[in-house]
């Protein structure tokens, strides 16, 4: 196996005390801030060490490469933008406080994701249409890496879907700007230019997120091991459960436990670094 270790600054002498702690044959430089470290051993201590010096790290299979694969399934809120939509419109409703913790709780895993979701867009009945396009100009931004990660994975043929437990106002805008191949969310109902409180139409949580990634990937012909899921909180799990390599991106400890990739320092486009 391979070690690929990535940061924003990589600090030598880290990166080969890393070297020796795991045994490796030599050190590749991918770029500037990512390297693998070839015929790597598991060691005890690695995640400390690489957690002290800011550093992600990632077993790959060696001569794993990205045209391997052929489907990348990404979450929305907090894995491909910055913020949980949801929260920053009931911020425009004088309610972020109050809705924020249930985000929380829900993407720990602590609550039922589609009562979390109910109780929350509930709390918005009223609010006005145009706080949605508010939020998308004003306060969404994509995560670093991301348009780059994209360009990549149509240069290289990768068919993508983003599907998100949050609402299709934003996911339809992002899969148009982004070049998705498909998007899925929950559909908020407005009457008369105002939220009702309600949602349209079947929840997309974690089960459906998962089911959507399997319904593409066996309608196109994909293996599961020709399959990249993105997510960071515990409706992402089925998703990533479901794909051949799982990427955490500033995750939930719940979703960490079930990726094959944690992403806590780097950009999106971390992602590119990590096969040959």
Request: hydrophobic content about 45%.
């Amino acid at each position: 196996m391979n070690l690929v270790v990535q940061g924003d600054d990589v600090d030598g002498v880290a990166l080969k005390s890393v070297a020796r702690l795991t045994s490796a044959s030599r050190i590749e430089q991918i770029h500037p801030g990512a390297f693998r470290l070839v015929d790597a051993r598991p060691a005890e201590d690695l995640a400390t060490l690489c957690e002290n010096a800011c550093l992600d790290w990632t077993w790959v299979q060696a001569g794993r490469r990205l045209s391997d694969f052929k489907l990348f399934v990404t979450d929305m809120d907090s894995t491909l933008i910055n913020i949980e939509c949801i929260d920053e419109v009931a911020d425009l409703q004088g309610l972020k406080a109050e809705v924020a913790e249930i985000t929380e709780a829900a993407m720990r895993g602590e609550i039922d994701f589609t009562q979390s979701l109910l109780r929350r867009v509930a709390l918005l009945k009223g609010l006005s249409e145009g706080a949605l396009e508010q939020v998308y100009e004003e306060r969404l931004a994509l995560n670093p890496g991301a348009e780059r990660l994209l360009r990549h994975l149509a240069r290289n043929g990768i068919y993508t879907v983003l599907v998100s437990g949050g609402f299709t106002y934003f996911t339809d805008r992002l899969r148009q700007r982004l070049g998705f191949d498909e998007a899925y969310a929950n559909e908020l109902e407005i009457v008369d230019g105002k939220l009702t409180g309600r949602v349209r139409g079947p929840i997309v949580d974690g089960a459906a997120k998962a089911a959507h990634l399997c319904r593409v990937r066996d309608a196109r012909g994909f293996a599961a091991e020709q399959v990249i899921a993105a997510g960071d909180g515990a409706n992402d799990v089925p998703m990533l459960n479901a794909a051949g390599f799982g990427v955490a991106y500033r995750a939930k400890p719940v979703l960490r436990a079930a990726a094959d990739c944690r992403l806590d320092h780097v950009g999106l486009d971390g992602i590119l670094a990590l096969f040959e």
